[in-house]
Every structure is written in structure tokens, then in C-alpha cells.
């Protein structure tokens, strides 16, 4: 029997689908950890004298051991739900924000420690890994390291520099968050004058500022071990994500070179999963946008008819049964 564990928060469509297309695969078992349930629970324990008694809940039976896990994705570990008003599920009488962070905190810190301590399958991807290649300063590094095109980039928060920045690009620059936040989507902007002008909004915060990629092509590439599959989409809007109802998605083949580059780029962010956002040239030359460690890929599926969810499942299962799983 080969055991995956999927660790995630409620409601995540991306864990059912996949745990649905492991059911149909002979000889597995799948357990699903909610993270945002595990307040007041009442069934996550750690013993120091007796490691293999590492239990946690899982969403629908008993506590599961953790080191009766093969394969383990690493999928949403947070602990908060990503439905307002993003907090955890506890108890409706817990009200002060300084008892529920003290709750999430100790939720998190003995859940992960578990984890690390008591799981010796293959992780999809390891935490350490995962939360290096969020870093978008990192996978930016990574990307030029691996030969890709990467935009000129600057991230700033000194309105001179930003200034010099967009002047020296033809005032042609896009805007980014580092991080992004749970309470509004924010999306990539061009620069315009006006906010080049105010000195204070610049200096508040670093931001992401990069030359602009002319085009409407996309590549949405989902990186599932040593498998890649490419979805090619047109969209005139800057960022295609918000404007799904003017994308045309389409499967399609990455050149060899690209497929090494972007194989190069995970192994230099110790990923064993990945979806990368790339943006094609007038001329067809792919440039580096972002890798996304823990990407979603369900609405390419259903937008493309590009299977996706029935490949990382297999993809979880390979990784399971190789013959020397990665030790934590």
C-alpha cells in the first residue's frame, strides 16, 4: 500500500481532485490534513520518548501517523483559511487577536516540527525549499543563473532609483508586489507619471519594478518532476490571471532548451514541483516571469482540456516509490 499525505486548508479543490484521481490507482491510500482545522482538534500529538506515536488529524477519519507516509505535498501549510476573514477555525468564543495568533502559531510550529521529525518519505517539496523559492529574489537569481531571459529588474523602495529605473526603459515598466496579500488581489500595473511623483507611496515599501515584456503569448509550465507540461495562452490584458474570460489556452511543446532551463531552475530551488509563468516575444523567445513552488493548475485543465490533475497524481506516486526516499 503506498500512503500519500496531501497538507492543505479547507475547501481546496486542487487536494480533492487529486486525492479522487489516487482512489482510481490500485494500492493507495491518501489522507488529507486541513491545516486552518487543526485548532482545537483535540488529536495532533508529538512525543519526545516514543517518535512513532506522531499523530495528526486528517479530514476524514482518525489521527494518521506521519511516519506511515510514503509521499508527502507540501501543498497549503499555512493554517489560514484563504476564505474571509482568513483566520483559522477556532472556537467562535476565542475572540481575542492576540489568543487566536498564539493558537495558529503553536498550531503551525507543532505541526511542522511533527513533520520534521517524524516524516522520512519524499516531500513535494520540502519547506525549506518551498519557502526559499517563494522569494521572488531568489527565483530571479535562479532564472539567470539557468540561462533564461529575465527582464531587467530592479526592487527598490528609493523613488531616485525607481525614477532612473523607469527613464533608462523607456518609461515601459510594470509594477509588482514582493508577497502579495490576503486581504486584496494585487496585480501587476504599469508605471504611470503620476506615481513616480510621490515620494512618499515609493519609499514605503520595496516593489518589483521590471522593463516591460511587450506581447500577448504566455506559457503556463507545470513542472511535475522530471514532467512538463506547457499550456500556451493569449490574452491582450497584462496579467492573464485576472482575465480569463479573454485567454485562449492551448497545449503545446517546449523546445528541449527550455524544458533544460526550467528543469535547471528546480534544481537549483531544490523543488520537485513547480509552475512557471514565462511571456513570449514578438519573436517567440520565452522570458522569465515567476516559478510559483506550490502553483495551481486546475483551471488550465478545464480551460485548455489539458489533463493535469491525473499526471500529479501519477507524478506523487513515482515519487513515493523510489527506491531511496528523501529523509527530512
Known sequence: MTHVAI????DDIHAYAVREQLA????????IVETDRLPASGLMSWSLDDPAATRVPTLDGPAAA????DVLWFRRPGGVSW???HRPAVPDDVTDPAAIDL?????????IGSLLDGFRGAWVSHPDATRNAENKLVQLRAARQAGLRVPATLVSQ?????????AAHGHRVIVK???GSQWAPLTPGVIEPAMLADDRSLALAPAIYQAMVEGQRHLRVHAFGDEFIAAQIECPALDWRFHLAESTVTHTTLPASLRDALARVMQLLGLRMGVFDLKLTSEGEPVWLEVNPQGQFLFVEGLGDLPLAAPFADFLLREARQPLRAAA
Not at 506521519?66 to 507516509?69: A, S
Not at 493558537?103 to 505541526?111: E, Q, Y
Not at 528609493?158 to 523607469?166: G, K, L, N, V
Open 7 to 10: 497538507i492543505t486548508i479547507a
Open 24 to 31: 482510481r490507482r490500485p494500492g493507495v491510500a491518501c489522507d
Open 66 to 69: 506521519v511516519g506511515d507516509w
Open 83 to 85: 476564505r474571509p476573514p
Open 103 to 111: 493558537i495558529v502559531g503553536d498550531c503551525r510550529a507543532a505541526f
Open 158 to 166: 528609493s523613488p531616485d532609483e525607481i525614477r532612473a529605473f523607469c
Open 177 to 179: 508586489s514582493l508577497t
